[in-house]
């Protein structure tokens, strides 16, 4: 077959109902695309009265949208550039013909045609989605006859002169009887918060001017105040607390990206805000859905991003992650390690007390990304349980000489509940050593990622061996207990311990005679699957613990010494459950029988 060439045809009538119906997801962004152009529209009339291509009066360049529930019409209208009949014909009955993308291209020289939001020649046909008629009113700037353009959705049209004073541009939309919901004032002015709360020209609906022409994102920070950056905070999120401090972030090389980052308070057990950074592109609300643009420890942040080099699908409601967004992505990620280390140095105090806060972020970025951790390796803190902080490089030196064991490995110790821990930290302090507190939900994957990092340092839980293995110098002790007598220890704890291990272990004298720890490998891989969500082998695990014996405990002296059978197995069973009792492990009915036991051997 000899090889032919030809041209793909379009069939109007088949296309048309996909881009009315299919192209955009939801039906409420018709108003967002209407608006839009509206404001496309007056932009380009400031812009040529800018370069004097337009000499009349702009007078009042509000757009306004209003509803007749009555009529069942929505009306959108500015006095904008208008256009002629003939433009009509070729801005709007070609579709994905951008008359935006051609004024762009005859413009690109002057400066700043950036504001021009139109791209696809797409937009105007969404109003189908609502409307079963759409009628366009307008005028153009030049002096021309007013045109009337109305059509059914089907591919006809008709067009006619009409009379009509003002310049710029209506656009009536007859609403369909299934999209009724669109009359109503409420749904209306959601959408137009949503879409338009910052487009740059004013929005009036009701009476009411709805949005605000100049967000503070549009400015320079050197023109901003601290107050301006709180109530911007206010009116992103009426019922927000105050912010901790904020990122103005201004790039306009390899992109152009503007916006402002707010850090919000973060409780402990952090939960997922409803607050979000949202998403703009010249000003027109893109999604809250700013994963990729926003790296994901950040995602908790609040604020706006503002980037017209976002590459959007057609429908403007998401984007498509390309080299750009990845470089946004890093931009913030130093951006925002920038801007920690900057508080950290100049204000150390300050920053410890919005510790609690940044270093959820902080650590969650330590997990998370390693270009970040380079960063914040220097501002990040540890916290011990006398609410003293530390850089990591205070900490390694504070402890180096005292808690290094004998492969000279530095042992940062921790507790994450120092209540429940009290008699472990104690016994830890009676040795001089430190110990952490580490107890938010990221902290075991935090310690993980960080032993990962630090040569030569090793993170045990303060509870997790004997505190002559917790740090093991090489130092052990010489047991007062025979072989035979450790043999009859051993047998007697194992009778009372259930599945725990039994580890006999020459203590100090002044050491408890019984404690039950729980070993740090296992227990940290179990509360890493289960920060993660996982149930994995690990977290499925059932944990079992270590039972310590000091064997050269007076009490277990008296044990060995006791002869009665019952009184020494009596005696075993006290001493585990109080063991039990210290870490908080005794509770309901064997709870009851040990204090029932211990009354009764008062
Ligand atoms: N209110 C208006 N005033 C003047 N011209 C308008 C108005 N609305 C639409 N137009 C013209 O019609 C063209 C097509 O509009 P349409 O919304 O379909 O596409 P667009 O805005 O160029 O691109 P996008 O699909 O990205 O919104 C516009 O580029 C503009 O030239």
Known sequence: MVAEKGTISIN???????IKKFLYSDHEIFLRELVSNAVDATQKLKKLASMGEFNGELGDLTVKVSVDKEAKTITISDKGIGMSAEEIKKYINQIAFSGAKEFLEKYKDTQDTNQIIGQFGLGFYSAFMVAQNVEIITKSFRDEPA??????????????????????????????????????????SQILEKYAKFLPIEIEFDGKVINNPNPIWTKSPSELTEEDYKSFYK????????????????????????????FPKVKKDFQLNREKVQLYSRQVFITD?????VPEFLQMLHGVIDSPDIPLNVSRSYLQADGNVKKINSHITKKVADKLQELFRQDRKGFEEKWESVGIFAKYGIISDDKFYDRAKEFTLLKNVDNEYFTIDEYREKVQVNQSDKDSKAVFLYANDANQQDAFIASAKKRGYDVLIMDSPLDAHFINALESKLENVTFKRVDSDSIDKLIDKGLAMESVLSDDEKKQVEELFKAVAGNNTIQLEALPTDELPVTIVQPEFMRRWKDMSRVSGQNDMFGMMPMGNNVVINTNHALVDKLIKTTDAEAQQQLAKQLYDLALLAQGMLSGGDLTRFVERTVAAL
């Open 12 to 18: 109007t009538e088949n296309i048309f109902p996909i």
């Open 289 to 293: 859905d700013v994963k990729d643009v």
């Open 147 to 188: 045109a009337r353009w109305i059509c059914d959705g089907s591919t006809e049209f008709e067009i006619s002169e009409v009379e009509k004073e003002e310049r710029g541009t209506d656009i009536i939309l007859h609403v369909a009887p299934d999209s009724e919901e669109f009359l109503d004032n409420f749904r209306i």
């Open 235 to 262: 009116e992103l999120y009426p019922f927000g607390e105050e912010p901790l401090f904020w990122i103005h972030l201004n790039v306009d090389y390899p992109f152009n990206l503007t916006g402002v980052l707010y």
